[in-house]
């Protein structure tokens, strides 16, 4: 029997981050009426890269599209991720994006190849809890790397 690892330290917004099943992270994404909505985010991504181990982010998106993020936050992402991208890109086994609607399933199978110079791990898009974390697993476990 494997024991779970412990997640160590000060945890992300619980809010928002799902660490029950640590090294695989549930995400929602936070609405736009919600504060501070971006700093919760990075904060918590922060947390996880602190961690220094493989762990894998399953974002749960919002119910607004992307376009409608205001300036201030895609900025503060921007800034975010030039700082951390090589460390999230070290610990990070992957992103999957949990979604069964299909105008935003349209957008991100558009959307994802881009993001590879940004992110480079494989990302996933996936329709049920279920398949996100068997995917997980297998990304974790080195089963899986993003070319199947």
Not at 55 to 60: A, D, G, L
Not at 83 to 108: Q, W
Request: aromatic share 8%.
């Amino acid at each position: 029997m494997t024991t779970q690892p412990k997640f160590h330290g000060v945890k992300p917004d619980t809010g928002l981050f799902d660490l029950s099943t640590w090294p695989i992270v549930f995400v929602r994404f936070p609405e736009l009426d919600e504060e501070r909505r971006s700093e919760r985010v990075l904060d918590g991504l922060d947390r996880l890269i602190d961690q220094e181990r493989r762990f894998v982010v399953i974002w749960v998106p919002p119910s607004h599209a992307h376009e409608s993020e205001p300036h201030a936050d895609e900025r503060r992402a921007s800034l975010w991720i030039k700082r951390r991208r090589d460390d999230l890109g070290r610990h990070c086994a992957g992103y999957i994006y949990l979604t069964s609607e299909p105008a935003l399933r349209s957008k991100l199978t558009k959307t994802l190849p881009k993001t590879d110079k940004i992110f480079p791990f494989p990302k996933f898009l996936v329709e049920s809890r279920q398949e996100a974390a068997e995917r997980a697993k297998k990304l974790l476990s080195g089963e899986e790397d993003g070319n199947s």
